[in-house]
């Protein structure tokens, strides 16, 4: 599971990319984004989880998103929430887990 704060957006993307990509690795079975603690989203920061869902998919892992009222009104708007497997809460997310 990875915490973020602050900004998601054109000018983070990058390095949040490259985070998550340094960090997955073979035999991960889950990965949690825990973006409760997000001030914004843009596009940017929406391709990018795009991003990581995608390669989650190809690798067979499973991947779920933790959005705040924010982040969960963005991605709502652009239909993203079952592609990104969006979740109210960190608990909720952790609960939904398929175990190994």
Do not use: W
Request: include cysteine; charged fraction near 20%.
């Amino acid at each position: 599971m990875f915490s973020f704060t602050g900004q998601l957006d054109a000018y983070s993307d990058k390095q949040f990319n490259e985070f998550i990509a340094s960090q997955q690795g073979a035999g991960k079975l889950a990965l949690v984004i825990d973006l409760s603690r997000i001030d914004f989203i843009d596009s940017s920061g929406l391709g990018a989880l795009v991003q990581v869902a995608k390669q989650c998919n190809e690798t067979g892992t499973q991947f779920l998103v933790v959005g705040n009222a924010r982040v969960v009104q963005t991605v709502k708007l652009v239909r993203l929430e079952e592609f990104l497997h969006l979740q109210p809460d960190l608990d909720t997310a952790l609960g939904r887990l398929t175990p190994a």
